[in-house]
């Protein structure tokens, strides 16, 4: 069975920083890619950042290119975001969603296959 399990969410002030969890078990592909997704509250779900475990490309969204990180750790199957000069925009739940195929890589919702419950982050200005 496959899961993702999101952890490291919370409450910061604006310009501090945050750094989210991704522990994924029940993938048995070599080739896969674990996506950060935010949702902020009327909005819709969009995409934040990916990375393909097996070779490490990334991408991220426009609007966190220079504040936020991707990365993997593949020994202890956890994929992390870490978030710098967070912005009261910022505010959303995040979850990390896996892509069992990703070709290409890429941030569109409708082609991730597994979710995790989300983790709440909220950024006071």
């Known amino acids: 069975e496959v899961q993702l399990v999101e952890s490291g969410g919370g409450l910061v002030q604006a310009g501090g920083s945050l750094k989210l969890s991704c522990v994924i078990s029940g993938f048995h592909y070599g080739h896969y890619a674990i996506g950060w997704f935010r949702q902020a509250p009327g909005k819709a779900r969009e995409g934040v950042s990916c990375i393909s475990v097996r070779d490490g490309d990334a991408l991220y969204a426009d609007s966190v290119k220079g504040r936020f990180t991707i990365s993997s750790d593949n020994p202890k199957n956890t994929v992390y975001l870490e978030m710098n000069n967070l912005e009261p925009e910022d505010t959303a739940v995040y979850y990390c969603?896996?892509?069992?195929?990703?070709?290409?890589?890429?941030?569109?919702?409708?082609?991730?296959?597994?979710w995790g419950q989300g983790t709440q982050v909220t950024v006071s200005s």
């Open positions: 969603a896996g892509d069992l195929l990703p070709l290409p890589l890429n941030l569109k919702e409708g082609e991730y296959d597994y």
